[in-house]
Structure formats: C-alpha cells, structure tokens
C-alpha cells in the first residue's frame, strides 16, 4: 500500500514539473524571456518612442521636423486633413466627373492627393503581410494594428514590427493566434489571405493611378506642369509636418515589406519570390499577385 502511495506521489509530482528544452531551460523560463523582448524587439520600441517624439509631439527647430507639431497644428492644416480624408482615393472627385454632384470635392493640390492616397493603398495592402505573418501574435492584435496603421500609418505599424521581433514563428499564419480568437477575427483574416490577389492587382492600379494623379492631376486648375509639382513636393517636404511624415511613412513602409517578406520565406523558391516582394510597392502587388494560395487553417 505505501509503496504504491510513494509511486503514485512521484507520478503525480514529476506530472507536475514544467517542462523542459534540450539545454534543460523550462518552458516558463523560455516563456518568460520571450515577454522580457529580445534586444531587436527593445530596440524597436526605442524607435517607435523616438519616431513619436520628433514626427508627432517635439516643435520644428534645427534638426527637427518641419512645420506644427500635432499639439501646434494651425487651422489650415486640420483643414487640408479633414478635405483629403473627406476625398479618399479621389471617390468625390470620381462622381462629380460623372455628373454626381451631391457633394462637392474639396480643391486640394493633386501632389498632396497623390501622395496621401498612395500611401493609404500601401498601407492596405500591407494586410496579407501582417495578418499571415507566422509570428505568433494574436489575430485580434494583427487586425487592430493593421487598421490602426491604414489610418495613421506607422503609429500603429511600427508597434506591430516590434512586438513580432520577440515573437518565435508558429507552423501556420491562424496558428499563430490565439485559442481565444473570436471567430469574427479568423473569419477577417480568411479573407484577407483569400483575397490577396485581387488586392495586389487592385493596389497596383490605384496606386500607379495616384503617382500619375500627383504629375498630371487638375491639370485645368493652374497647379503647373511636372517641374512646378516637383518644386512644390520638394517645399512641402521642407515646410508641411503631414506631408513630410507622408514622406517617411514610405521610407518606413520599404523597408517593414522587404522585412516581412524576406523573412517568411523559407524555401528556395519562395526566396525566390520574396526578392520580387522585397522591391517597395510594385514588388508588393506582384508578390501578392504571384504568390501561391496557401490552405488557411482554422
């Protein structure tokens, strides 16, 4: 009777006992390394810190940003924000062509138009990026960041790449998720994946749409030729903080592409694809075009 008591003690405490790896660290241990972010990780939220600092909250001076921080905006600036939001993709501008005119589009500089719109069609087609990314990161934080970032861009992309750098890989993009994933959220990110074509055809045209927009846009409105629109791009860079945070939000969104797609590609053939996808814009709707239509579980 003891003896069975004694072994059936040992059964249940070496039940109890956490697994181990092969260098003998438990799970909770790896567990807790993996929350304590891993010095890529660390580093990327330093940035996201320094990169809300100078392009949102510090004032213009030397060295600085130019034109109002968010706290300083002028009334104008709001303006010119709330007109290209109002006009998104150009879809007022588009019925008032036809003879739709239940409202009016706002009159706005075909550069700044472009350049708005263009990188807003980046930032949705940045989904399938983020949402399939195999890190483990929960689909409800992918989908919220993602929307996040199609509004205000890398305030919210920039978290999403630095809470996936301490994140190991999952086998499957779903897997990745939660267990706790709402069934909306799967349902979300099936369609995305699913769709994923479509939209890298769709970002393709409106974005090259937008480039010729910028250059050739209300061209009956007295806004130049090509050369003016480049004088004029080149001074709203050195005077308008929107804009030139426009600006960098290309930078910034190069380089987040290149980085997802080369990183998940693992075979010889998808690095193959991936150094097409790692090209910035173009290389993202060919990618999406291209890329075989994987099984999405869960």
């Not at 990327?44 to 810190?49: D, K, N, P, T, V």
């Not at 005077?239 to 592409?257: N, P």
């Amino acid at each position: 009777m003891s003896s069975r008591s004694s072994s059936g003690n040992q059964n249940e405490t070496k039940t109890l006992e956490p697994p181990t790896d092969e260098n003998g660290a438990s799970s909770r241990d790896a567990q807790a390394d993996q929350r304590a972010g891993s010095p890529l990780e660390k580093a990327m939220w330093g940035f996201y810190a320094a990169y809300m600092a100078y392009m949102i909250f510090l004032p213009t001076g030397p060295g600085l940003a130019p034109g109002d921080p968010i706290w300083g905006m002028k009334p104008p600036a709001w303006q010119e924000v709330l007109d290209l939001s109002f006009n998104f993709m150009l879809v007022v501008t588009g019925l008032n062509t036809v003879g739709v005119h239940v409202v009016e589009a706002p009159t706005v500089h075909p550069v700044n138009e472009g350049l708005f719109n263009f990188v807003i069609i980046w930032s949705i087609m940045l989904a399938p990026l983020i949402i399939g990314d195999k890190r483990k990161v929960s689909l409800k934080t992918k989908e919220l960041l993602w929307l996040g970032t199609m509004f205000i861009t890398n305030v919210f992309a920039i978290p999403y790449m630095a809470l996936r750098s301490g994140r190991p890989d999952a086998d499957l993009p779903l897997q990745g998720s939660d267990n706790d994933d709402p069934s909306w959220a799967r349902a979300f990110a099936r369609n995305i994946l699913g769709g994923k074509k479509a939209l890298g055809i769709v970002g393709l045209v409106i974005g090259t749409f937008m480039v010729y927009w910028g250059f050739f846009g209300r061209a009956d409105m007295g806004f130049g030729g090509i050369d003016e629109r480049i004088q004029y791009f080149w001074g709203l860079v050195k005077s308008d903080r929107v804009m030139f945070a426009f600006v960098w939000d290309v930078i910034l969104y190069s380089i987040f592409q290149a980085w997802l797609v080369l990183d998940s590609a693992k075979s010889e053939s998808e690095r193959g694809l991936a150094k097409i996808g790692a090209i910035p814009f173009v290389g993202l709707g060919l990618y999406l075009l291209l890329q075989p239509q994987e099984e999405v579980d869960g």
